[in-house]
C-alpha cells in the first residue's frame, strides 16, 4: 500500500481525526474544508463492520458526500485493513486498498509532517513508511505510547494511535488524536502548516 508524497507543498492541511459511523459529522467536516488546500481524513469510516449492509449505506453516503470532494483525501488505518481482512473481495475492501496509509507532506520550507493512523517503531525510517502495513499498526511499544520512542528525525507525526478517549495530546515531535470507539468518544480536526501545528478543532 504505497503511501501519498506530496513535494514542495504549500497552503494549510486539516487532520480528521476517525468519525467510525457519525455521519453527521460530515456536514461539519465538508464545511471546514472550503477552508484548507487539503484535508485527510485519518482512517476508522469503516468501523464498526459487523453489520456489512450497514457499511455499504455508509460508504454509499461518504461516497456522494464527502469522497466527491477534490480536497478531501482518505488515508486508511487500521480497522479499515481488518475490515478488507474480513471481506478480501468486497467492493469497499479494494477501495481501501487503492488508498494510502501514509501520508508524507514535504513543504516547501523543507519542513516534513506525516499522517498515519498509526504510528513508527524504532526500526522503522522514512524510507520503509513508503510501503508499509505494518505502520498503521503500530500503537505502544514494550508498554508505553509509540510516541516515547520516537524524536523527530524524519518528521512530525500526526497519529490516531494509541486510541484512547482523551483530549488530542502533544508529545515532542508527534500528536495522538484518535478516539477509540465508544459512547462519548469525539472527533477532532488539527490545522497544520509549513510552521507546524495551529488550531484544534472539537467536531
Same mark, same amino acid.
Given at each position: 500500500?504505497?503511501?501519498?508524497?506530496?513535494?514542495?507543498?504549500?497552503?494549510?492541511?486539516?487532520?480528521? &481525526?476517525?468519525?467510525?459511523?457519525?455521519?453527521?459529522?460530515?456536514?461539519?467536516?465538508?464545511?471546514?474544508?472550503?477552508?484548507?488546500?487539503?484535508?485527510?481524513?485519518?482512517?476508522?469510516?469503516?468501523?464498526?463492520?459487523?453489520?456489512?449492509?450497514?457499511?455499504?449505506?455508509?460508504?454509499?453516503?461518504?461516497?456522494? @458526500?464527502?469522497?466527491?470532494? &477534490?480536497?478531501?483525501?482518505?488515508?486508511? %488505518?487500521?480497522? *479499515?485493513?481488518?475490515?478488507?481482512?474480513?471481506?478480501?473481495? !468486497?467492493?469497499?475492501?479494494? +477501495?481501501? !486498498?487503492?488508498?494510502?496509509?501514509?501520508?508524507?507532506?514535504?513543504?516547501? @520550507?523543507? &519542513?516534513?509532517?506525516?499522517?498515519? %493512523?498509526?504510528?513508527?517503531?524504532?526500526?522503522?525510517?522514512?524510507?520503509?513508511?513508503?510501503?508499509?502495513?505494518?505502520?498503521?499498526?503500530?500503537?505502544?511499544? *514494550? %508498554?508505553?505510547? +509509540? !510516541?516515547?520512542?520516537?524524536?523527530?528525525?524524519?518528521?512530525?507525526?500526526?497519529?490516531? #494511535?494509541?486510541?484512547?478517549?482523551?483530549?488530542?495530546?502533544?508529545?515532542?515531535?508527534?500528536?495522538?488524536?484518535?478516539?477509540?470507539?465508544?459512547? #462519548?468518544?469525539?472527533?477532532?480536526?488539527?490545522?497544520?502548516?509549513?510552521?507546524?501545528?495551529?488550531?484544534?478543532?472539537?467536531?
Amino acid at each position: 500500500m504505497p503511501a501519498l508524497v506530496f513535494n514542495k507543498f504549500e497552503g494549510k492541511i486539516l487532520v480528521i &481525526s476517525p468519525f467510525y459511523d457519525k455521519i453527521e459529522k460530515i456536514e461539519r467536516i465538508v464545511d471546514l474544508a472550503k477552508n484548507y488546500n487539503l484535508t485527510v481524513i485519518n482512517g476508522g469510516a469503516f468501523y464498526p463492520y459487523a453489520d456489512l449492509n450497514a457499511v455499504e449505506k455508509r460508504f454509499e453516503y461518504l461516497q456522494n @458526500n464527502l469522497f466527491n470532494n &477534490s480536497k478531501i483525501i482518505y488515508n486508511t %488505518g487500521q480497522y *479499515d485493513l481488518l475490515f478488507a481482512k474480513q471481506y478480501p473481495d !468486497h467492493a469497499i475492501s479494494k +477501495w481501501i !486498498h487503492s488508498k494510502s496509509n501514509v501520508i508524507i507532506l514535504n513543504f516547501k @520550507n523543507q &519542513s516534513t509532517t506525516i499522517i498515519t %493512523g498509526g504510528g513508527m517503531t524504532p526500526k522503522m525510517n522514512k524510507a520503509s513508511l513508503i510501503d508499509n502495513l505494518e505502520t498503521s499498526f503500530v500503537s505502544n511499544i *514494550d %508498554g508505553i505510547p +509509540w !510516541h516515547n520512542k520516537y524524536y523527530g528525525k524524519y518528521g512530525y507525526i500526526i497519529s490516531n #494511535n494509541p486510541l484512547t478517549l482523551d483530549e488530542p495530546k502533544l508529545y515532542p515531535f508527534s500528536m495522538q488524536m484518535g478516539n477509540k470507539y465508544e459512547d #462519548n468518544f469525539q472527533v477532532y480536526a488539527q490545522e497544520v502548516t509549513s510552521l507546524g501545528l495551529k488550531k484544534t478543532i472539537l467536531i
